[in-house]
Nanobody, 116 residues
Framework: EVQLVESGGGLVQPGGSLRLSCAAS????????MSWVRQAPGKGPEWVSA????????YYADSVKGRFTISRDNAKNTLYLQMNSLKPEDTAVYYC?????????WGQGTQVTVSS
């Protein structure tokens, strides 16, 4: 089955850190660019970060630049998002996503809540 499964979300205090993971299966993970997208309550999806298929190029939204780091392990078919210095405005459901030949593929999401 072609799927993406996120994990690692949770409740964290402002200034804290979390590491999200996204396990891919059913397709050749190492051949595809990957992204993280988030959706806050009552808002539309917001692109957060992306990396190319080899992981050598990374891109970030201005809102997370310098705080978040995207990485991937193609041997483990896994995408990561290290989130540091978290702020309440980072609260959202975080999704990993990719564009396959057959269409867009998103995971089910993992909730990140930043609150004291």
């Amino acid at each position: 089955e072609v799927q993406l499964v996120e994990s690692g979300g949770g409740l964290v205090q402002p200034g804290g850190s979390l590491r999200l993971s996204c396990a891919a299966s059913g397709f050749t993970f190492g051949s595809y660019d990957m992204s993280w997208v988030r959706q806050a309550p009552g808002k539309g999806p917001e692109w957060v970060s992306a990396t190319n298929s080899g992981g050598g190029s990374t891109y970030y939204a201005d809102s997370v630049k310098g705080r978040f780091t995207i990485s991937r392990d193609n041997a483990k078919n896994t995408l990561y998002l290290q989130m540091n210095s978290l702020k309440p405005e980072d609260t959202a459901v975080y999704y990993c996503a990719t564009q396959l030949v057959a269409g867009k593929l998103w995971g089910q999401g993992t909730q990140v809540t930043v609150s004291s």
